[in-house]
């Protein structure tokens, strides 16, 4: 246990890490693959109409104790608190998604992200970006290609800001952009609140469950469950009742579900289906006309 009552041992036997405790960039790398491949990107709580928490207990009890996982203000907090405990100077900035977003249209600052500083430089590093996560930090270098164990990454220079790319395909494909303002955590709750309240957010409205692994991204949006190997053309299939969905989050996405959640689940399925040409909430209201959300074959940020 560490001075600040965070747990490395607890922390380090849920990625499966057994490597240097020091903070040097191989570490920050081994750590943020790690995480991002044993802890899924999640909304479940979202989208059952739970409060999600960001105090470090709840946080530290949710993704570490009970093997669930989260998005980018709980993935990122825990992979900052970590490196924190192991000397590594850690700044929370935020950015706008522009995920399949048209360039004339506004988006509100909303996703997570970390500048650590290594004795080679700042790296961004990103645990919680859903169907394109970062599988290792870039080194904060503009407009440069970068390899990782999936799709290559860069960080294009604005006039004002940076954005994260990610070469799927032929095509850079804009991600997120964001300036190097720190953030308080107090920015990360209002931003929370909405995301995980607001009868418009995608994480109200649509499961999305996302991991990436070696040479593979797995991606469920709702009831289609998506596998894109590295590399290959991706295979997409619906999940016809709670049992496959229950299947496919335990042994692709390594989450282990509850009762409470599988009755849930089941019933939000249920409704799913039922709606039509609606979208439905996890209270079973038809809340708009149902529309497919960004990348709905593969997942969602």
Same mark, same amino acid.
């Given at each position: ?71 980018? %203000? ?54 919680? %970006? ?172």
């Amino acid at each position: 246990m560490q001075p600040d009552g965070f747990n490395l041992d607890a922390y380090f036997a849920r990625i499966g890490y057994a490597g240097p405790r020091d903070a040097s960039v191989e570490t920050l790398r081994a750590l943020h693959w790690a995480q991002a491949t044993r802890i899924p990107f999640e909304n479940l709580d979202a989208l059952l109409r739970r409060h999600v928490p960001l105090d470090p207990p709840s946080r530290n009890g949710k993704l570490v104790g009970a093997m669930r996982g989260g998005y980018c %203000f709980e993935h990122n907090a825990l992979l900052a608190e970590a490196l924190r405990a192991l000397g590594f100077k850690v700044t929370g900035l935020i950015a706008r998604v522009r995920w399949m977003t048209p360039p004339e249209d506004a988006t509100p600052r909303s996703h997570m992200i970390l500048k650590v500083e290594t004795d080679e430089g700042p790296h961004i590093a990103d645990t919680g %970006f859903g169907a394109a996560t970062l599988p290792v930090p870039l080194r904060f270098v503009g407009d440069e290609a970068q390899e990782t164990p999936l799709e290559p990454f860069r960080l294009a220079t604005r006039d004002d800001s940076y954005e994260m790319q990610a070469l799927l395909g032929e095509d850079w494909t804009p991600l997120y952009r964001f300036t190097m303002e720190p953030q308080a955590s107090v920015d990360y709750e209002a931003a929370n609140w909405y995301t995980s309240t607001h009868p418009r957010s995608l994480f109200t409205n649509h499961l999305v469950v996302c991991r990436p692994d070696e040479g593979v991204r797995y991606a469920l949006m709702n009831d289609r469950l998506t596998v894109r190997p590295l590399g290959g053309e991706p295979e997409t299939r619906r999940l016809g009742d709670v049992d496959e969905l229950v299947a496919a989050l335990r042994d692709l996405f390594l989450i282990e579900v509850s009762a409470e959640d599988r009755a849930a689940l089941g019933g939000w399925m249920k409704l799913w289906a039922a709606a039509g040409d609606g979208e439905v909430q996890a209270s079973g209201d038809v809340v708009r006309e149902r529309i497919e959300p960004p990348l709905a074959g593969d997942g969602g940020r």
